[in-house]
């Protein structure tokens, strides 16, 4: 069974940074397309960023573009998420995905799915 697990989440001040990271076990890791989601209270779950297999292939969310950067680590099987000049509309819970696609910006491909993790960006 394949699963995900988010980490590096928490509390940051506006401007700030984070790293997040999304450790993958029991599949096929290099051959996922790999994405970050988000879903504020009372609002759908929307893409922020993903990254193909090979990572040839990379998307962002405009509201994202400049900001955050994904990332992948196929030998630690490690996907990450560096968030910089945080805003306190990024507060969210952030989640991350693999498609055994191998690449996607469309929520509904994604197979698998971590718990989530909390990132709060104070004004």
């Known amino acids: 069974q394949v699963q995900l697990v988010e980490s590096g989440g928490g509390l940051v001040q506006a401007g700030g940074s984070l790293r997040l990271s999304c450790a993958a076990s029991?599949?096929?890791?290099?051959?996922?397309?790999m994405g970050w989601f988000r879903q504020a209270p009372g609002k759908e779950r929307d893409i922020v960023a993903a990254?193909?297999?090979?990572?040839?292939?990379?998307f962002y969310a405009d509201s994202v573009k400049g900001r955050f950067t994904i990332s992948r680590d196929n030998a630690k099987n490690t996907v990450y998420l560096q968030m910089s000049s945080l805003k306190p509309e990024d507060t969210a819970v952030y989640f991350c995905?693999?498609?055994?696609?191998?690449?996607?910006?469309?929520?509904?491909?994604?197979?698998?799915w971590g718990q989530g993790a909390q990132v709060t960006v104070s004004s």
């Open positions: 995905a693999a498609d055994r696609g191998g690449w996607g910006s469309d929520l509904r491909q994604y197979d698998y």
């Open positions: 029991g599949g096929t890791f290099s051959t996922f397309g």
């Open positions: 990254i193909s297999w090979s990572g040839g292939w990379v």
